[in-house]
């Protein structure tokens, strides 16, 4: 019986995706719960695995491919594998694997390949048939032995262990790097992944239709730094691993700040303006794929050791792919941290349909006057942009001196006065 592999349902805001990689080719036995595609959308990558123990019988949507929710995208033959072992498979399924290395000695590009031929990705396995390289001459690097594109660049240079006769050749296609071997300049065309094209139109759209305005602070980081150093080994082994950092002490500020002015909270759907009753702050996360911005909704519910968690929760999630729709829909506000990389200071951007958004830099050691003379304090500068058909310069400014009052003063965020 054949069992119908169809896209996941996808959210409103996510009106279709792209087929990203097979895992398996046509032909393969495969396991239940085993990885089978991954499908990439605006935001996220969604993981699609085998219902039953089986055989891939056909791929509808190739790699590339546009799907839109609940598409058909494969078909799975139950029980033809159900042992799991592809070698072991009943005799339709040797007999259907034969056939797939016969024709894939007469057609390279045949879906199956045997089993002694390394898996190519599909911009791998392009690039290699223009350059007139084989797939057993390039040794792959990737998982279970995969061969990437970086591993057929290498191959052409000469530098694998397999050496290419054919290293010199041009590529035609405008799509994959047009390289002079002579000089070893490199030049590569790739497609823009969907997550960086959908955020270079988000952030677009941001500064074309908004009243984008940033204003600056700076706050003496001396006291959360002392508070931090003084208790972060007990605070760690209360909280079962859980290390205190800067970012809660900041994500409770903002909540409390947030709180006394309503319009930075708030949003703007057409010609209404939306007051949230709640805080749902967004945290902005770098992963492989580009800007993930992963939410901590009621934040004001939540302590610091569960900020903590949950932030380093979302940064292993987002370094693997992990991140769910659910977990990056939605935020009333955001923190932005570029002082991670080494930022001094820094406009951030808007995250429509948001009002503001809270940008973060490196604490630096400065002499500043204080009480009449000179100290040398970690400060931080902070950067607020708002949208200035929302939120007035008053309320903004106000905003900021209320969050920079709370860092210096971290008692206050306690007491919340």
Not at 102 to 110: E, P
Not at 213 to 225: A, D, K
Not at 296 to 323: C, F, P, T, W
Request: charged share 30%; with cysteine.
């Amino acid at each position: 019986m054949s069992i119908e592999i169809k896209a996941p349902t996808l959210p409103e805001s996510v009106p279709d995706g792209t087929i990203a990689s097979w895992h398996k080719k046509a032909g393969d036995a495969v396991k239940r719960d085993e990885l089978l595609v991954d499908i990439e959308t605006d935001k996220v990558v969604i993981e699609v695995v085998s219902p039953a123990d089986g055989v891939l019988e056909k791929i509808v949507k190739d790699s590339g491919d546009t799907i839109v929710s609940n598409e058909l995208i494969a078909l799975v033959k139950e029980g033809a594998a159900a042992s799991g072992d592809s070698g072991k498979s009943d005799d339709k399924s040797d007999s259907k694997k034969a056939d797939s290395k016969t024709d894939d000695k007469a057609d390279k590009k045949s879906e199956s390949v045997s089993d002694d031929t390394p898996a190519l990705s599909p911009a791998a396995k392009k690039l290699a048939e223009e350059h007139g390289i084989k797939a057993e001459q390039v040794t792959g690097t990737g998982k279970d032995g995969r061969v990437t594109k970086e591993d057929v660049m290498n191959a052409i240079e000469g530098g694998s262990k397999s050496e290419s006769k054919a290293g010199s050749a041009a590529p035609t296609s405008r799509e994959h790097p047009v390289a002079d071997m002579s000089s070893g300049r490199v030049e590569e065309r790739v497609p823009m992944s969907r997550l960086r094209a959908k955020v270079a139109e988000r952030l677009l759209q941001a500064s074309q239709t908004t009243a984008m305005l940033t204003t600056f602070n700076e706050v003496n980081m001396e006291p959360v730094m002392s508070l931090r150093s003084r208790y972060k080994d007990q605070f760690e082994k209360t909280h079962d691993g859980v290390r205190l950092g800067f970012m809660s002490f900041f994500v409770r500020a903002c909540v409390e700040a947030l709180k006394r002015f309503p319009a930075v909270n708030a949003s703007i759907d057409g010609s209404d303006i939306v007051y949230h009753g709640y805080q749902d702050i967004g945290v902005a996360v770098s992963s492989p794929r580009g800007l993930v911005v992963p939410v901590l909704r009621n934040a004001d519910h939540m302590s610091l050791a569960q900020v903590e968690g949950k932030i380093r929760e979302y940064g292993l999630k987002a370094q693997d792919g992990k991140l769910s729709m659910d977990e990056m829909t939605g935020g009333t506000f955001t923190i932005s941290n570029g002082g991670v990389f080494g930022s001094l200071l820094s406009t951030p951007i808007l995250n429509p349909p948001q009002t503001a958004i809270l940008g973060m830099h490196k604490i630096q050691e400065r002499p500043m006057a204080v009480n009449g003379k000179v100290e040398i304090l970690p400060m931080m500068y902070l950067a607020l942009s708002y949208d200035h058909r929302m939120i007035d310069g008053k309320e903004a400014v106000q905003f900021l001196v209320t969050i920079k009052d709370l860092l210096e003063d971290p008692a206050r965020i306690l007491l919340e006065i």
